[in-house]
């Protein structure tokens, strides 16, 4: 149990029994005609005892909690529970009648035990019974993340074939074209690949740490393209320490360049914009290219962008839910712009 939980489980206990002894101690003096003095006192004093045993019971319940495959045993393991509840209650209450005088005459202890086993089971069972509550709530909420989580690995590992086939498409038009730059394409494509495989269980990263994963990946292209491909940066000191989905740039990139300049004769420019807008990050994907509107291939990209695009939607959807955007439209002065914003955070998102 963490500690946070911890001091929730003294707090809720605390507060319980106090407004219960305080409940009872009314009681007393109103119905029953009890010094107001006296009735403090006892109700408050039985009351308050019971906060220990409640965070007791509370913290053995999460650890042993009533489970199908073996809930005859935990049954047994918490009627021994109740039991020894119930002797360290008449104990305390035995021990300390003689100054607080809950019984008019000094009881006998069987007496006093008789009482704690009649009554003590029906406290434990209710915070054995929250208890229970609380493990199958942080169960559910466990297989729950699990399952976030594998389906974002899954999204993100569609990314590697889906990218890696395009590359090698690309270096296979290069291989009796251009040896050495095909030479220099495999040995971008080893350190991308590299970088990949190192952080393969992150879902997200600082944006300069994207920044660096995807300069091979601009350098494969780079040497495709030679003297058409330009990139342009244009990333706001302050956004570098913002953490964003790892690999979320390449696919965002690599449909700049396949749609917006690879179609076109003509040298072309993609911009990589990032800004920090109060709580939110912002990036951009700018390409001068062809844009949505002048290219019948590229009016799927409308709607669904491309496998890359669809994959970074459902990925986005996973991390961010409804906190996020991912807008594509057509540039200002000609081109396609990728807009998208999520969270301004410098920690990974929980």
């Known amino acids: 149990m963490g500690r946070r939980r911890s001091w929730q489980a003294w707090a809720a206990a605390l507060a319980y029994w106090t407004l219960a002894g305080l409940s009872a101690a009314s009681e007393d003096h109103s119905v029953r005609g009890m010094d107001w003095r006296h009735a403090l006192l006892s109700s408050m004093t039985s009351h308050l005892l019971w906060v220990p045993p409640t965070v007791a019971i509370f913290y053995f319940g999460l650890r042993f909690p009533i489970e199908r495959q073996r809930w005859a045993s935990r049954v047994a393991l918490h009627v021994a529970g109740a039991v020894v509840i119930a002797f360290i209650r008449a104990a305390t209450i035995f021990g300390l009648d003689p100054w607080v005088g809950w019984y008019a005459q000094r009881p006998v202890f069987t007496d006093v035990l008789s009482h704690a086993l009649l009554v003590n089971p029906f406290v434990y069972l209710t915070v054995l019974v929250v208890a229970n509550a609380v493990y199958y709530a942080d169960q559910l909420q466990l297989r ?23 590359t090698l498409n690309s270096i296979a038009a290069l291989v009796h074209r251009d040896p050495h730059g095909s030479e220099r394409m495999i040995s971008q494509l080893s350190d991308l690949l590299r970088g990949t495989l190192d952080a393969a269980g992150t879902e997200e990263v600082s944006l300069q740490e994207e920044l660096r994963s995807l300069q091979p990946y601009l350098d494969i292209q780079g040497v495709r393209f030679a003297d058409r491909l330009t990139v342009k940066h244009d990333i706001a000191q302050d956004a570098l320490a913002a953490h964003v989905p790892h690999l979320v740039l390449q696919p965002l990139v690599e449909n700049a360049i396949q749609h917006g300049i690879a179609p076109g004769t003509e040298p072309g420019t993609v911009t990589l914009v990032a800004r920090r807008a109060g709580p939110e990050l912002h990036l951009e994907v700018r390409d001068d290219g062809l844009g949505l509107k002048e290219s019948p291939a590229d009016v799927s990209r409308g709607s669904g962008g491309g496998r890359g695009l669809r994959i970074t939607r459902e990925r986005l959807l996973q991390l961010y839910g409804a906190a996020h955007r991912l807008e594509l439209r057509d540039a200002v002065g000609g081109g396609t712009t990728v807009a998208l914003a999520i969270p301004f955070r410098t920690e990974p998102s929980p």
Request: positive net charge; hydrophobic residues 50%; proline residues 4%.
């Open 144 to 166: 729950d993340t699990q399952l976030a989580r594998a389906q974002l690995h899954a999204l993100k590992a569609q990314l590697h074939p889906h990218f890696l086939f395009n």
